[in-house]
């Protein structure tokens, strides 16, 4: 079987990167290449070339570092007539150039959350060294511009999704915040009494315990899909319990955070429609790493993270229907979301504004349209190439550790990023401690999921998630690192 | 640098001593790492001299956890109730040698604030035992 690496070097040497980018300017597959870049020394061996300094933890690295994390041929995509330039994107994280243990880090924890490239971390800076002022409110000038670039951070995440207007997007501290305002506005308006919600047993607990909190106080069932041993969603059990009547909100996650499963959404949503159900789509995993297509797959309902997807921690957001919206009670009462407030009784703004009460996370939203722009430069469709032949190669070479189980599907075209794993009697929490001494970071244990991890018959499980700065090298120090670890283990 | 997973560690964690129940144990706690997961329960069957006169433990978790638990049982065992509850935190951290990450120290821990919490509510517990147990 030839591997991924021999087949990317027989692409260089058929093609020129160059030559090849006119061409594929008109067409809709990938083509990738590798490439030297010019003026970089790359030796194969997989030791630095010069010994990295003597440096403490959280000490930065050396520019030398530089040479070690990007010593092996950098690797280019090019998909429509962009490029993917590796090596550009890894100089454009500054936190890549951290030594842990002596070791260069390699961030493999991206679905916990994404790292943040300069653009964003200037942009932070820079809303709060020249225009910090409240939104919506001011008259003068800063404030005017920090409502343009809060306005405009709305309009480029409705443009990310193709949603209709950017009045469908509200401003959210995260994935968890979304799925918790639709269960307690739109959930508690049109959920009642011996009604049903459809889950599946792959759901991260922020898309089960609010419709726990929330079937509790209306007397609504829980109905779950459940998971075939390779991960994926039984699809009878989600067509009985649609026809099982009653149902009102069918939720469920596009990628699955722990096995890395792509659930087919839009056919989820399509069945759904026809019995008059609503759909809420957790696009957490999902919205960072490919196109997503509001419009195109007709969910009622998306819920993702900005801290995912490259922007700030506690913004996040929700997109909704604009009828649905308009019809949602509040979820917070506070300023901003009032048009009228009397003594007795209040009238609501329109969305989004009826949903971001109080002063919102102004820099987190400036800072996720930063985010997005970055990433629509990369190009989503180039990312997603990027993250899928990681996750093939990663999965392929952990596949050949001796002793090694990987969870959820055996095909990894049908996962996204992300990959679950156990050696042997290796307790996940161990495998994490002796990949961190290798300056490798990943996670371990329930991930969120325990009705998964129960589903899996596991306590725990290694996962390592891959994104736009990750490196085929990584893979491997990843490899060698799990081999080192059943070596320690005696597996 | 050098591994936390000694030989030691992980012949602890292989082959555990005293892992077990004990069914006429006097003192009898459980706790977990929400962390992680990691689940240590300890038995102690008690003389009327308050001596240890036996000790399990049983658990599920890392190997940290699990050879801490049993290094501890080993450590308590022929001991009075009153040795039981002086055992220090460094006591256990030089059983296990090596150095700890914060978040693995609560892992080594557990164990430790199980016996003290059977000891505590065995002896009687105070204001400052409390302090100590929510300290650990
Ligand atoms: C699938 C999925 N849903 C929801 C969440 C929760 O996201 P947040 O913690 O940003 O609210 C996560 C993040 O871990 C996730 O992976």
Same mark, same amino acid.
């Given at each position: 079987?030839?591997?991924?690496?021999?087949?990317?070097?027989?692409?260089?040497?058929?093609?020129?990167?160059?030559?090849?980018?006119?061409? *594929?300017?008109?067409?809709? !597959?990938?083509?990738?290449?590798?490439?030297?870049?010019?003026?970089?020394?790359?030796?194969?061996?997989?030791?630095?070339?010069?010994?990295?300094?003597?440096?403490?933890?959280?000490?930065?690295?050396?520019?030398?570092?530089? =040479?070690?994390?990007?010593?092996?041929?950098?690797?280019?995509?090019?998909?429509?007539?962009?490029?993917?330039?590796?090596?550009? $994107?890894?100089?454009?994280?500054?936190?890549?150039?951290?030594?842990?243990?002596?070791?260069? +880090?390699?961030? +493999?924890?991206?679905?916990?959350? %994404?790292?943040?490239?300069?653009?964003?971390?200037?942009?932070?800076?820079?809303?709060?060294?020249?225009?910090?002022?409240?939104?919506?409110?001011?008259?003068?000038?800063?404030?005017?511009?920090?409502?343009?670039?809060?306005?405009?951070?709305?309009?480029?995440?409705?443009?990310?999704?193709?949603?209709? !207007?950017?009045?469908?997007?509200?401003?959210? #501290?995260?994935?968890?915040?979304?799925?918790?305002?639709?269960?307690?506005?739109?959930?508690?308006?049109?959920?009642?009494?011996?009604?049903?919600?459809?889950?599946?047993?792959?759901?991260?607990?922020?898309?089960?315990?609010?419709?726990?909190?929330?079937?509790?106080?209306?007397?609504?069932?829980?109905?779950?899909?459940?998971?075939?041993?390779?991960?994926? +969603? $039984?699809?009878? @059990?989600?067509?009985?319990?649609?026809?099982?009547?009653?149902?009102?909100?069918?939720?469920?996650?596009?990628?699955?955070?722990?096995?890395?499963?792509?659930?087919?959404?839009?056919?989820?949503?399509?069945? %759904?429609?026809?019995?008059?159900?609503?759909?809420?789509?957790?696009?957490?995993?999902?919205?960072?790493?490919?196109?997503?297509?509001?419009?195109?797959?007709?969910?009622?309902?998306?819920?993702?993270?900005?801290?995912?997807? /490259?922007?700030?921690?506690?913004?996040?957001?929700?997109?909704?229907?604009?009828?649905?919206?308009?019809?949602?009670?509040?979820?917070?009462?506070?300023?901003?979301?009032?048009?009228?407030?009397?003594?007795?009784?209040?009238?609501?703004?329109?969305?989004?504004?009826?949903?971001?009460?109080?002063?919102?996370?102004? *820099?987190?939203?400036?800072?996720?349209?930063?985010?997005?722009?970055?990433?629509?430069?990369?190009?989503?469709?180039?990312?997603?190439?990027?993250?899928?032949?990681?996750?093939?190669?990663?999965?392929?070479?952990?596949?050949?550790?001796?002793?090694?189980?990987?969870?959820?599907?055996?095909?990894?075209? &049908?996962?996204?990023?992300?990959?679950?794993?156990?050696?042997?009697?290796?307790?996940?929490?161990?495998? *994490?401690?002796?990949?961190?001494?290798?300056?490798?970071? $990943?996670?371990?244990?329930?991930?969120?999921?325990?009705?998964?991890?129960?589903?899996? =018959?596991?306590?725990? &499980?290694?996962?390592?998630?891959?994104?736009?700065?990750?490196?085929?090298?990584?893979?491997?120090?990843?490899?060698?690192?799990?081999?080192?670890?059943?070596?320690?283990?005696?597996? | 640098? !050098?591994?936390?997973?000694?030989?030691?560690?992980?012949?602890?964690?292989?082959?555990? #001593?005293?892992?077990?129940?004990?069914?006429?144990?006097?003192?009898?706690?459980? @706790?977990?790492?929400?962390?992680?997961?990691?689940?240590?329960?300890?038995?102690?069957?008690?003389?009327?001299?308050?001596?240890?006169? @036996?000790?399990?433990?049983?658990?599920?978790?890392?190997?940290?956890?699990?050879?801490?638990?049993?290094?501890?049982?080993?450590? $308590?065992?022929?001991?009075?109730?009153?040795?039981?509850?002086?055992?220090?935190?460094?006591?256990?951290?030089?059983?296990?040698?090596?150095?700890?990450?914060?978040? #693995?120290?609560? /892992?080594?821990?557990?164990?430790?604030?199980?016996?003290?919490?059977?000891?505590?509510?065995?002896?009687? !517990? &105070?204001?400052?035992?409390?302090?100590?147990?929510?300290?650990?």
């Amino acid at each position: 079987m030839t591997t991924l690496k021999q087949k990317w070097a027989a692409a260089s040497s058929s093609t020129s990167l160059k030559a090849t980018s006119h061409a *594929a300017a008109d067409t809709a !597959s990938y083509r990738k290449a590798k490439n030297r870049l010019p003026g970089l020394a790359v030796p194969k061996s997989t030791t630095p070339t010069t010994k990295p300094p003597l440096t403490f933890p959280g000490q930065l690295a050396q520019s030398t570092v530089r =040479g070690y994390a990007t010593q092996k041929q950098a690797t280019a995509y090019i998909h429509g007539d962009k490029l993917y330039d590796i090596d550009k $994107v890894r100089h454009d994280f500054p936190i890549l150039n951290r030594l842990i243990n002596g070791k260069p +880090l390699a961030y +493999l924890d991206s679905a916990a959350t %994404a790292q943040k490239p300069a653009e964003v971390i200037d942009e932070l800076t820079r809303f709060y060294n020249e225009y910090n002022a409240n939104v919506h409110r001011g008259v003068y000038k800063i404030s005017e511009e920090a409502t343009a670039a809060y306005e405009e951070a709305r309009a480029k995440i409705a443009q990310l999704i193709n949603a209709k !207007s950017p009045n469908e997007i509200i401003f959210v #501290r995260g994935t968890t915040e979304a799925i918790n305002l639709v269960a307690q506005s739109w959930g508690r308006a049109n959920v009642g009494l011996g009604d049903g919600i459809i889950l599946t047993e792959m759901e991260h607990h922020s898309n089960i315990v609010p419709w726990q909190l929330l079937a509790k106080e209306r007397g609504a069932h829980l109905k779950y899909v459940g998971l075939t041993d390779d991960g994926h +969603l $039984v699809h009878e @059990d989600f067509r009985q319990h649609l026809e099982s009547g009653g149902i009102k909100l069918v939720t469920l996650t596009h990628v699955s955070n722990v096995l890395g499963t792509i659930n087919p959404v839009r056919e989820y949503i399509r069945e %759904a429609h026809k019995q008059g159900c609503r759909v809420l789509v957790d696009a957490a995993q999902s919205v960072p790493h490919m196109p997503v297509d509001v419009q195109d797959m007709d969910c009622d309902f998306l819920a993702f993270s900005g801290h995912k997807m /490259c922007g700030p921690t506690g913004i996040g957001v929700l997109y909704a229907k604009k009828a649905i919206l308009e019809e949602m009670p509040p979820y917070h009462g506070g300023g901003e979301m009032i048009r009228e407030v009397h003594l007795y009784e209040s009238t609501w703004r329109d969305p989004p504004y009826r949903f971001e009460a109080g002063t919102t996370n102004i *820099a987190g939203a400036i800072g996720l349209g930063k985010a997005i722009d970055y990433l629509s430069e990369i190009g989503l469709r180039n990312i997603q190439a990027h993250d899928q032949e990681l996750t093939e190669y990663m999965h392929e070479m952990l596949g050949k550790v001796k002793g090694i189980k990987i969870y959820g599907p055996a095909n990894p075209r &049908t996962k996204a990023g992300v990959i679950s794993f156990s050696l042997g009697d290796v307790h996940a929490h161990d495998m *994490a401690s002796l990949l961190d001494e290798d300056g490798i970071a $990943v996670r371990s244990g329930h991930h969120c999921a325990q009705p998964l991890m129960d589903r899996l =018959g596991v306590s725990s &499980t290694t996962r390592a998630s891959v994104y736009i700065y990750n490196t085929e090298d990584e893979i491997d120090r990843l490899v060698e690192s799990v081999e080192r670890a059943g070596r320690v283990f005696k597996i | 640098m !050098s591994s936390i997973y000694s030989e030691i560690i992980l012949d602890y964690y292989r082959y555990p #001593r005293n892992k077990g129940t004990l069914p006429h144990a006097q003192i009898h706690a459980r @706790d977990t790492n929400p962390l992680c997961g990691d689940v240590v329960e300890m038995q102690l069957e008690v003389d009327e001299k308050n001596n240890v006169k @036996d000790v399990k433990f049983n658990g599920q978790g890392c190997a940290i956890s699990q050879a801490s638990a049993s290094m501890l049982t080993e450590l $308590v065992k022929g001991k009075t109730i009153d040795d039981a509850r002086k055992i220090s935190k460094e006591d256990v951290l030089s059983l296990i040698g090596g150095q700890l990450t914060a978040v #693995r120290l609560k /892992c080594a821990l557990l164990s430790l604030k199980v016996l003290k919490t059977g000891v505590y509510n065995y002896i009687g !517990s &105070t204001d400052a035992s409390k302090d100590e147990l929510s300290g650990l």
